[in-house]
C-alpha cells in the first residue's frame, strides 16, 4: 500500500493547489417544475463549474488530462488569492439556487462534493495558509514534466504551453519567497531537496525535445533562453531557502494542534465518524491484530524453530516469526525489476478468480519515481491520467534502492520482503489503486472523478488487499496472513500516529519506538514514517478510515443478501461511483 509512500498520490492534483472558481456570473436558475428539469438544469451547472475550476487551476487540469490551459502558469501572489476568494464566495451563492433534495441521489453526492470543495478552498487558503509555511508547494518542475511526457498532443504544441508557461518563471518563484513567513524546517528541507531534483526537468531530455523540435528558429531560442531563466532563478530558490530561511530559524511547529486537525480531518476524509473517533477505532482495532498475530505465530512457531522454546511473551513471538520470515526478500539492485514481474501473476489472480472486469487497453507502467517526486518519505506511488485522458499510461512509481547505503536498503527490503512486497503491488497496482482508478475514469460524474476523495481511493486499495487474500491469493498460509496483518497494523497505527503527531505532540523517539513495538516495523520504515508524518497532516489517517467503511459495507450487504451477495458484483457496483466518499457511495448502493 503506499505509503510508505504517497498519493498521495499523486492521484489528484489535489487540495495543495487549491484555487477558486469562476468569476463570471452564470445567471444559473433552475426551472420550477418536474425533477427531470432541476436535475437537467443542475447538470448544465456542473459542467460550467468544473470549466471554471479548469481556468483558475491549470495544473489540476493537466493532471485530470484537461490541456486547454497547459500553457497557463499560477503566479500565488496575494492578489490572486484575493480574486479566488471572490470567485468562490459567488460560486457559493450560485450553489444555493439549488435544494439538494429536489436533486437525484446521484446529483445530491455531487452536490455535496461541490460543496466541500469550496469550503475546503477558503479553509486551505484563509486558515491553514500552507502557502505561508510550505516552501515545497512551491515547485515547476512536476507541471512541466506532466506537459513534456504528454503524448496528447505533438511535441511542437507541448513545447510552446512549456515556453509560455516558463516565461513567467521569476515572477513565479518571487511570489513564492515573499509568501512565505516562518515556514516549517521540515517542509523547508523538502523544498530544498524536490527543487533541485525539479531543475533535472529542465535538463537534457527537454533540452533535446527542443533541438529535435519543428519549431521556428525564434521560437527554438525563446524557448532555449526561457529554460536557462527558469533554471536560474529555481536555483536561486534553492539558495534563498538555504542562505537565508534555514541560517535565520525562525521556523514553525510542523503539528497542526486539534481544531486544525479535526477540521481537516472532516473536510479531507468526509467520514461518518469524526477524527476522534477514527482514532479510537484504530486503538481498538490494533489490540485486535496483535491477538490474530499471536495465534498465527504461535501455529508458526515449530515449523521456523523446531526444537526451540516457544517465547512466553507474545510480541516477543510475533517479532521473531516476523524477523524470520522477512530474511527472504528482492536485492537492492532488483527491487524495482521484482516489483515488475509480480504485476502479470496479479492480473492471472484476478481474472481466474473473477473479483472483478479489468481492461487489458489500459497501460500500467512501474518506473523509478521521477526525481522532483523523491524525498517525502513515499517509496512507492501511483500516478494516474484523469478522466479527459483516459488512453494514457497510469505509472507505478517505485523509488529505486541503488543510492542508498547498504545497511538502509536492507532494512527496507526485509520490510518489503516476499510476502510484503506482494500485499504493496495489491494495493498500488492491482486491483488497488490502477484498478480503482482506471474505474474511476469511467465514471459518469466528472464531479466524481475530479474530486476523488483519498479516504476512498486509499480504503479501496486496503480492502483490494484482504479481498485478494479472502480469495486464496498466497495459499492461504498463516506466513500471508501474518504478513498482512502486519501490513495491516502499519494501516492501523498511521492513524494512531497522525492524531499523536497533530494533537498530542508525540516525540520522534516515541513515535518510532511505537512503530517498532507495536508495528514491528523496520526502522528505515519506522523513521521513514515519522518523516512522512511530520509533512504531512490528516492522510496518513485516510487508509484506515477508507478501508473500515468500505469493509463494514461488504459485510453488512453480505448479511442482508446471504446465498444472493456477489463478490464480483458488489466489487463493480462499489467502483462504479468513482471515488466519491464511502458514505455517499454507501447512500447510493443501498438506495438502489
Not at 511542437?156 to 513564492?176: P, Q, V
Not at 499471536?294 to 522454546?309: D, M, S, T, V
Not at 529505486?400 to 500485499?423: D, F, G, H, M
Not at 526502522?523 to 487508509?543: F, H, I, M, N
Request: glycine share 6%.
Amino acid at each position: 500500500m503506499p505509503k510508505p509512500f504517497l498519493p498521495h498520490l499523486v492521484l489528484a492534483a489535489g487540495l495543495s493547489g487549491l484555487a477558486a472558481l469562476s468569476a463570471c456570473n452564470s445567471n444559473n436558475k433552475p426551472t420550477s417544475g418536474t425533477p427531470e428539469t432541476v436535475n437537467a438544469d443542475f447538470d448544465r451547472y456542473k459542467q460550467r463549474f468544473i470549466d471554471s475550476l479548469w481556468y483558475y487551476n491549470p495544473e489540476w487540469a493537466s493532471s485530470q488530462g484537461y490541456h486547454r490551459y497547459d500553457s497557463l502558469l499560477v503566479v500565488p501572489t496575494a492578489g490572486r488569492r484575493q480574486t479566488e476568494a471572490a470567485a468562490i464566495a459567488r460560486r457559493w451563492k450560485e450553489m444555493e439556487i439549488f435544494k439538494p433534495e429536489d436533486l437525484s441521489v446521484n446529483n445530491q453526492t455531487d452536490y455535496r462534493l461541490m460543496q466541500n470543495y469550496l469550503q475546503s478552498a477558503r479553509f486551505y487558503d484563509d486558515t491553514l495558509r500552507a502557502w505561508q509555511w510550505n516552501p515545497a508547494s512551491y515547485n515547476l518542475g512536476g507541471s512541466v514534466a506532466e506537459i513534456l511526457n504528454g503524448r496528447y498532443q505533438p511535441l511542437d504544441r507541448r513545447l510552446r504551453s512549456i515556453s509560455t508557461k516558463i516565461s513567467r518563471a521569476a515572477d513565479y518563484y518571487e511570489a513564492a519567497k515573499a509568501n512565505l513567513e516562518r515556514p516549517t524546517l521540515e517542509h523547508t528541507k523538502l523544498a530544498i531537496d524536490q527543487n533541485k531534483g525539479g531543475l533535472e526537468v529542465f535538463g537534457k531530455a527537454l533540452q533535446d525535445s527542443v533541438a529535435k523540435s519543428g519549431l521556428s528558429a525564434k521560437e527554438k531560442k525563446d524557448l532555449t533562453d526561457r529554460i536557462a531563466t527558469t533554471r536560474l532563478v529555481m536555483e536561486n530558490y534553492v539558495r534563498f531557502l538555504q542562505q537565508e530561511v534555514m541560517p535565520a530559524g525562525k521556523f514553525r511547529s510542523f503539528r497542526l494542534g486539534k481544531p486544525l486537525f479535526d477540521r481537516k480531518f472532516a473536510l479531507d476524509i468526509q467520514s461518518t465518524y469524526s477524527a476522534e473517533q477514527v482514532y479510537q477505532k484504530a486503538l481498538r482495532h490494533k489490540q485486535e491484530l496483535l491477538h490474530d498475530m499471536g495465534k498465527r505465530a504461535a501455529r508458526l512457531w515449530p515449523k521456523y524453530f523446531p526444537g526451540q522454546p516457544q517465547p512466553t511473551d507474545s510480541v516477543a513471538l510475533i517479532k521473531q516469526v516476523l524477523t524470520k520470515l522477512s530474511e527472504k526478500h528482492a536485492t537492492q539492485a532488483g527491487f524495482v525489476q521484482a516489483v515488475k514481474d509480480q504485476i502479470p501473476t496479479l492480473l492471472k489472480w484476478v481474472d481466474d478468480h473473477k473479483l472483478l472486469t479489468q481492461d487489458p487497453t489500459k497501460p500500467l507502467v512501474v518506473r523509478e519515481t521521477p526525481l522532483y517526486m523523491r524525498g517525502s518519505g513515499a517509496g512507492a506511488s501511483v500516478s494516474a491520467p484523469g478522466p479527459y485522458d483516459k488512453a494514457a499510461d497510469t505509472y507505478y512509481n517505485v523509488e529505486p534502492l541503488t543510492s542508498w547505503p547498504a545497511a538502509k536498503a536492507e532494512s527496507y527490503l526485509r520490510e518489503y520482503n516476499q510476502y510484503t512486497l506482494q500485499i504493496l503491488n495489491i494495493h498500488e497496482a492491482i486491483p488497488g489503486h490502477y484498478t480503482q482508478l482506471v474505474y474511476a475514469n469511467r465514471s459518469p460524474s466528472l464531479i466524481k472523478a475530479i474530486f476523488g476523495n483519498g479516504a476512498m481511493i486509499e480504503g479501496w486499495a486496503v480492502y483490494a488487499e484482504r479481498m485478494m487474500l479472502e480469495s486464496g491469493y498466497g495459499g492461504n498460509t498463516d506466513e500471508i496472513w501474518l504478513a498482512w496483518d502486519k501490513w495491516n497494523m502499519r494501516v492501523t497505527l498511521n492513524t494512531i500516529l497522525d492524531h499523536e503527531v497533530h494533537v498530542n505532540n508525540i516525540s520522534e523517539q516515541a513515535a518510532v519506538a511505537m512503530l517498532l513495538r507495536d508495528g514491528f516495523q523496520e526502522d528505515a520504515e519506522a523513521r521513514g514514517k515519522w518523516l512522512r508524518a511530520t509533512l504531512s497532516q490528516v492522510q496518513l489517517s485516510s487508509y484506515f478510515t477508507g478501508y473500515t467503511a468500505i469493509y463494514e459495507l461488504r459485510e453488512e450487504l453480505k448479511k442482508r443478501d446471504a446465498d444472493k451477495f456477489d463478490l464480483k458484483a458488489f466489487n463493480e457496483h462499489f467502483l462504479s461511483y468513482g471515488s466519491a466518499p464511502v458514505k455517499y457511495i454507501r447512500q447510493m448502493m443501498l438506495a438502489k
